[in-house]
């Protein structure tokens, strides 16, 4: 497997996120190695982009955000739900990609259609905040195989509170994917 460089991370985020699209996410914890093929992403632009974390500044919580490209930002929703980002562009820009759904190419069982089930799947919690995503332990990779498949684009779920943000076509999946987590 190959990992992603640094260099595939700080780039525009939309076109980060659609290019993670078919990329494999790779787990290895406790002797077991967890795979997942992406299958649907979201695009978090940075500060100006109100459904973004980062639109409320740099705090403890979002400074991953704001720090180099190409590592996690993981948080929990809820109380309940971890939920994953691959932290994109530049240092300072508080820019990511949240991953909403994978399908489960080895060892992961369960649902994996949505963030919170997707990094439960993979056992994703917090402890892998800020974890460089160019480690041996959890990383994203080229598949052995490269793959086409068209991608669809539709608005975010989930951030009606963004006002005119919430419309931008910013959620992007593999068309005819079972494992996506919403169509449409």
Do not use: Q
Not at 38 to 53: K, M, N, T
Not at 143 to 148: A, L, Q, Y
Request: contains cysteine; proline residues 5%.
């Amino acid at each position: 497997m190959k990992k992603l460089p640094r260099t595939f991370y700080d780039r525009d985020t939309v076109l980060v996120a659609r290019e993670l699209l078919g990329k494999w996410l790779v787990h290895r914890a406790e002797n077991i190695e967890r795979i997942g093929r992406i299958v649907e992403v979201e695009a978090y632009l940075g500060p100006h982009d109100l459904a973004a974390h980062s639109s409320k500044g740099l705090t403890e919580r979002t400074k991953v955000m704001f720090g180099p490209p190409g590592h996690a930002y993981v948080y929990l929703i809820y109380g309940l739900h971890h939920c994953m980002n691959v932290v994109t562009e530049r240092e300072g820009n508080g820019a990511a990609v949240l991953l909403r759904a994978i399908e489960p190419i080895k060892n992961i069982s369960g649902r994996t259609c949505g963030p919170g089930l997707l990094c439960r799947a993979m056992d994703i919690d917090r402890r892998l905040n800020a974890h460089d995503l160019l480690s041996d332990d959890f990383f994203i990779a080229e598949p052995k195989v490269p793959e086409s498949f068209s991608i669809v684009k539709r608005p975010r779920i989930g951030v009606d509170y963004a006002g005119t943000w919430a419309k931008k076509r910013l959620r992007f999946y593999i068309k005819g994917n079972s494992f996506v987590s919403r169509r449409g």
